[in-house]
């Protein structure tokens, strides 16, 4: 959805117990970020895990499915996440 809106400025970040998958804190900036922040809050009250939060059903395209796909990163399973190509060095 930031594409749409030509705003991809932003980040969100997950900060998780390795162990148990539990969700510690929650990082956003960027556009929606006042609207977003609401998801975290709630998974961190509930001691909501990564798991649930990545099972958690968001429609596409919208900002919130940033925390999803943050939650897929840690999985590896991340299908909406921008990579950029690494340059090798000397190049």
Same mark, same amino acid.
């Given at each position: /959805? ?7 400025? +932003? ?10 998958? /539990? ?7 960027? %556009?929606? !970020? +006042? ?6 809050? @709630? ?9 649930? @939060? $990545? @099972?958690?059903? #968001?429609?596409? %395209?919208? @900002? *919130?499915? *940033?925390?999803?796909?943050? !939650?897929?990163?840690?999985? +590896?399973?991340?299908? #909406?996440?921008? /990579?950029? $190509? /690494?340059? !090798? =060095?000397? =190049?």
């Amino acid at each position: /959805r930031a594409i749409t809106l030509d705003r991809t400025d +932003g980040l969100t970040k997950l900060v998780l117990d390795a162990e148990s998958e /539990r969700i510690l804190g929650v990082g956003l900036v960027g %556009p929606g !970020a +006042g609207e977003l922040i609401a998801e975290g809050v @709630l998974a961190i009250e509930m001691g909501a895990t990564a798991t649930d @939060l $990545k @099972l958690s059903i #968001h429609p596409h %395209p919208t @900002l *919130t499915e *940033t925390l999803m796909e943050s !939650a897929e990163v840690f999985f +590896g399973q991340a299908t #909406h996440v921008y /990579r950029p $190509k /690494r340059v !090798a =060095q000397g =190049q």
